[in-house]
């Protein structure tokens, strides 16, 4: 997809200890030139894999649309959400279906959004992010767990968990 022409490319990555269980969020906007705009590494609490990897992309839709990209590449490791995202696949699970809902509302205020799965090896730093905020929240730093987070208020209240 290197010939489509974006604002930015987001890349974003969930990440849960015992799915469900200690979960963080992680991810990047890049410009078209390849300079890291903004890098984001949150705890979310217990949480499931799914669940994780949804969140992700909805802070880095919302922090997108505050940066006011107009035509946006989603770069994703996760299968399943590339084919709900892209109507490819039903979503099915209860917990994901306000998730799905958030994320498609968020990505219809773009102009364009193009959405493709890339490999894991092509998605390691918004995997390492995501584990990063795990990883500080269970060494005792309880920074990594903002209760205000930067994340628009009510985007994750506890009827989308």
């Known amino acids: 997809m290197s ?3 974006y604002d930015l490319v987001l890349k974003t990555d969930g990440a849960s200890r015992g799915n469900p269980g200690h979960s963080g969020i992680g991810g990047q ?3 078209s030139d390849g300079n890291n705009v903004l890098t984001f ?4 609490g217990q949480a499931t894999n799914n669940v994780a990897e949804y969140k992700a992309l909805i802070f880095g839709l919302d922090q997108a649309a505050k940066l006011n990209a107009k035509v946006l590449l989603i770069s994703l490791d996760s299968e399943l959400l590339v084919k709900q995202m892209k109507g490819e696949y039903r979503v099915k699970n209860l917990g994901l279906k306000p998730l799905h809902a958030k994320a498609k509302a968020l990505a219809d ?3 364009r959004v193009y959405v493709e799965h890339v490999f894991r090896e092509e998605n390691r730093e918004a995997d390492a ?3 990063q905020a795990i990883d500080l929240f269970l060494s005792g730093d309880k920074e990594a767990f903002h209760d205000e987070t930067p994340i628009q208020p009510g985007l994750f209240d506890q ?3």
């Open 129 to 131: 992010l995501a584990n």
């Open 29 to 31: 906007l890049v410009d």
């Open 109 to 111: 205020h773009f102009v």
């Open 3 to 5: 010939k489509l022409s």
């Open 159 to 161: 009827q989308m968990l």
């Open 41 to 44: 590494s949150e705890y979310i």
